[in-house]
C-alpha cells in the first residue's frame, strides 16, 4: 500500500497507472465483455493515455469504466490520496476533514467521494471476507518471554523483532489474520 506522501507525488498517469496495477494485477480487463487477451493498448497523439481496446467486442475503455472514478472530473490522483485517508484513519475520517485535506472547494465534493469509497468498501471481495460489525487489532507476535520482574525491560512496538500482525474480527463470527510487513 502506498503512503500518503507517495500517493501525494504521483503524476496523473502514475495515479492511473497504480489503480490500473491494483484493479488488473495479471493484465487488463475488458469492461464490457471481460476478455482478458487479445486487448490492445491505444497509444499516438488521437489517443488519450490509458485507454484500451478490446479486439474480441471492439469497444473502448480505460480502468475507470465500472468503477467509482467513472464519470467523476475529481483527478485520480486525488481518488487514491482519498482513499489512503480513509484506509490509514483509525476511526475514520470526516467528509469535511477530506475537504481540508484534499483542499477541494466544495464540501459536497468530499462527502460524495468519501461515500462512493465507502459504498466500494462495502462490496466485494470486501464484503465476501466477513459481514456485519468487523473490528480491526493490531498484535506483535513471537520473541522472547518477558522477564518476571525488574530491569532490563524488553523492547515493545515498533522497536522488537517480534512479527506484526493484523487482524480482522467479525462479531461473533470469523476472524481473517494476516502478518505485516516492516517498512
Not at 95 to 113: C, D, N, P, V
Not at 114 to 123: D, E, L, Q, T, V
Not at 124 to 133: D, M, R, S, W, Y
Request: aromatic letters at 6%; glycine letters at 8%; hydrophobic letters at 35%.
Amino acid at each position: 500500500m502506498l503512503t500518503l506522501n507517495q500517493v501525494s507525488a504521483l503524476t496523473e498517469d502514475e495515479a492511473r497507472e497504480t489503480i490500473e496495477r491494483i484493479l488488473w494485477p495479471n493484465g487488463p480487463v475488458c469492461a464490457h465483455c471481460g476478455a482478458t487477451e487479445n486487448v490492445t493498448r491505444l497509444q499516438g497523439e488521437a489517443h488519450r493515455a490509458g485507454v484500451f481496446q478490446c479486439n474480441n467486442c471492439r469497444e473502448q475503455f480505460t480502468v475507470t469504466v465500472g468503477t467509482i472514478f467513472e464519470d467523476s472530473h475529481i483527478p485520480l490522483r486525488k481518488w487514491l490520496m482519498a482513499f489512503a485517508l480513509l484506509c490509514s484513519a483509525k476511526k475514520g475520517i470526516a467528509a469535511l476533514q477530506l475537504q481540508r485535506e484534499l483542499e477541494f472547494g466544495s464540501y459536497r465534493t468530499a462527502w460524495h467521494m468519501a461515500m462512493r469509497i465507502r459504498h466500494a468498501m462495502s462490496k466485494e471481495p470486501l464484503a465476501g471476507l466477513l459481514k456485519g460489525t468487523i473490528e480491526v487489532d493490531e498484535t506483535y507476535v513471537g520473541g522472547k518471554p518477558r522477564p518476571e520482574a525488574g530491569p532490563p525491560r524488553t523492547k515493545r512496538g515498533r522497536g522488537t523483532k517480534k512479527t506484526p500482525v493484523v487482524a480482522l474480527v467479525e462479531r461473533d463470527g470469523r476472524v481473517r489474520a494476516r502478518k505485516v510487513g516492516t517498512r
